[in-house]
């Protein structure tokens, strides 16, 4: 739960390259993450080539500073559709992604390494500086690196506001 608990978006880094022991974990977070009806549909592309990483950052306003590698989460709506049906396709697809998601920025912080989704980008300019097929669309961006500043403290509503037990109560 300390992991849970202490996670905070980073949006500056050192200009540290991240060792790749830290990227097999990254790899081993996606690929153990749960998928509804198993239908693994998502596609993962993990930039930390330098040149790539600056085009990314040219068509990504919400990318703030200069991440060591960046994480481009991938769905393809007809493997989704072939694999888990119209459900699939039309919405559990970004549920996959949202699960890995969180997979991946408790992996990284847990390894010491900052973090921040991003859905603030040029899909299409994405698409293009990836090479990415047609089917498949880029839906998120996930910055990666070591933090040079610390995080912001953690502001939550109290249980009562987002939590009811048996039925909906605001109380």
Same mark, same amino acid.
């Given at each position: 739960?300390?992991?849970?608990?202490?996670?905070?978006?980073?949006?500056?880094?050192?200009?540290?390259?991240?060792?790749?022991?830290?990227?097999?974990?990254?790899?081993?977070?996606?690929?153990? !993450?749960?998928?509804?009806? #198993?239908?693994?549909?998502?596609? +993962?592309?993990?930039?930390?080539?330098?040149?790539? =990483?600056? *085009?990314?950052?040219?068509?990504?306003?919400?990318?703030?500073?200069?991440?060591?590698?960046?994480?481009?989460?991938?769905?393809?709506?007809?493997?989704?559709?072939?694999?888990?049906?119209?459900?699939?396709?039309?919405?559990?697809?970004?549920?996959?992604?949202?699960?890995?998601?969180?997979?991946?920025?408790?992996?990284?912080? !847990?390894?010491?390494?900052? #973090?921040?989704?991003?859905?603030? +980008?040029?899909?299409?300019?994405?698409?293009?500086? =990836?090479? *990415?097929?047609?089917?498949?669309?880029?839906?998120?961006?996930?910055?990666?690196?070591?933090?040079?500043?610390?995080?912001?403290?953690?502001?939550?509503?109290?249980?009562?506001?987002?939590?009811?037990?048996?039925?909906?109560?605001?109380?």
């Amino acid at each position: 739960m300390e992991a849970v608990k202490s996670r905070r978006s980073t949006r500056s880094f050192e200009p540290v390259k991240l060792p790749s022991e830290l990227i097999k974990d990254i790899e081993s977070a996606i690929l153990n !993450s749960p998928s509804g009806s #198993n239908a693994q549909e998502s596609h +993962f592309v993990i930039v930390q080539n330098e040149a790539q =990483l600056r *085009l990314i950052k040219r068509f990504a306003p919400g990318l703030s500073g200069n991440p060591a590698a960046v994480i481009v989460l991938c769905s393809n709506a007809t493997e989704s559709l072939n694999r888990g049906g119209v459900d699939t396709a039309e919405v559990l697809r970004f549920v996959n992604l949202g699960i890995a998601t969180a997979y991946i920025l408790l992996a990284a912080h !847990s390894n010491g390494v900052g #973090n921040c989704p991003v859905r603030s +980008f040029h899909r299409e300019a994405i698409k293009k500086v =990836l090479g *990415l097929p047609e089917d498949i669309e880029p839906e998120l961006l996930i910055s990666l690196g070591y933090s040079n500043t610390p995080p912001r403290p953690k502001t939550s509503k109290q249980a009562l506001e987002v939590i009811s037990y048996d039925k909906y109560s605001k109380e």
